[in-house]
């Protein structure tokens, strides 16, 4: 089975803060996603990496940096969190042109 | 631009009873589609996949999807609902590599 696993399940930061995101997944996958959920706007894709050291911007990737330095590891970086980034945050893999992807667990991020 | 749309942000049904969850998609070329579950607290699940072939697809724990193309929808649903199914259902379609998510269908499962 496919196991994408995140650091945390619950994180409390204090504003300002920078605070990092640990995705790491098993199945060699090419393709690797920071995604953003609130209620009633669904998943919102923050940043994307195809490969190691490369990355694409998503739909709502301010405030937000990441770091892919090895295949199975993909970091999202809140480099000074705010309040309005309270949410929970999934990370997914995929293999490349496959479509379906594989999510971990979730970390609800409180910011306060 | 490419979308994705649940139009039913909350859907109360009995157990046992039938569930349809619709999803339209906007235009384009075949589309690649997906249903996804998240139970409370939990990632998403894939539940079934449409890339091409047969409209009608089965999935994991009863569900089955059609894929209408007259229509842009890819409709999900189960003949007899389970208490257990009680989640957060999305909808996405494939663009590339990346996938564009519908703002999701709460279900609550009442006995």
């Known amino acids: 089975d496919v196991k994408v696993t995140q650091s945390s399940r619950y994180l409390v930061k204090r504003t300002g803060e920078k605070v990092f995101l640990e995705c790491v997944q098993d199945?060699?996958?090419?393709?690797m996603f920071w995604y953003r959920q609130d209620p009633g706007l669904g998943l919102r894709l923050i940043y994307f990496?195809?490969?190691?050291?490369?990355?694409e911007k998503g739909d709502i990737p301010e405030g937000y940096s990441v770091s892919r330095e090895k295949k199975e590891r993909f970091s999202l970086i809140l480099e000074s969190a705010s309040t309005n980034q309270t949410s929970m945050y999934l990370c997914?893999?995929?293999?490349?042109?496959?479509?379906?992807?594989?999510f971990g667990p979730g970390t609800r991020l409180t910011v306060t | 631009a490419q979308s994705v749309t649940q139009p039913d942000i909350h859907i109360t049904v009995s157990e046992g009873a039938s569930l349809e969850l619709r999803c339209n998609y906007s235009?384009?070329?075949?589309?690649?589609l997906f249903w996804y579950v998240q139970s409370p607290g939990q990632g998403l699940q894939l539940l079934l996949k449409?890339?091409?072939?047969?409209?009608l697809v089965q999935g994991i724990k009863g569900f089955e999807a059609e894929f209408k193309r007259s229509q842009s929808s890819f409709n999900l649903r189960k003949p007899s609902v389970h208490w257990s199914d009680a989640a957060e259902y999305f909808c996405?379609?494939?663009?590339?590599?990346?996938?564009?998510f519908g703002t999701g269908t709460r279900l609550q499962v009442f006995p």
């Open positions: 199945m060699d996958h090419e393709n």
């Open positions: 997914a893999s995929s293999f490349a042109g496959a479509g379906e992807q594989y």
């Open positions: 449409y890339f091409s072939g047969d409209t």
């Open positions: 990496s195809y490969d190691v050291k490369m990355k």
């Open positions: 235009y384009g070329a075949t589309p690649y």
């Open positions: 996405a379609r494939a663009i590339t590599d990346k996938l564009i």
